[in-house]
């Protein structure tokens, strides 16, 4: 499901817990980008059980913003991954159940 808009992920207002493993972040993470540079959430993927309920799983479509410091063209984009979360740990999670 993609939105209609991004969600934007601003890293001063949506704080990470502090038990969040930062250290152990890849520097070519999605996760790392969005922390560092701010982002926004533009969609997910919802995955079903055998009997065609929601999983828990969910996956996040993310876009970093651009990386000043990467070379042009690479530097006016923004960086896009994916995240594995559930949707019990969301607080859009209601939403999701009414798509």
């Given amino acids: 499901m993609l939105f209609g808009a ?8 949506f704080g990470w817990p502090n038990t969040f493993p930062f250290h152990e972040l890849s520097s070519f993470g999605i996760v790392g980008d969005v922390l560092g540079r701010g982002g926004y959430l533009t969609g997910m993927v919802l995955l079903a059980t055998g009997d065609g309920h929601l999983h828990d799983d969910v996956i996040w479509l993310l876009a970093a913003n651009p990386d000043p410091t990467q070379p042009r063209p690479h530097s006016l984009d923004r960086i896009r991954g994916a995240v594995r979360g559930w949707r019990r740990a969301a607080d859009l999670a209601p939403l999701a159940v009414l798509c």
């Fill in 6 to 13: 991004d969600l934007e992920l601003d890293p001063s207002v």
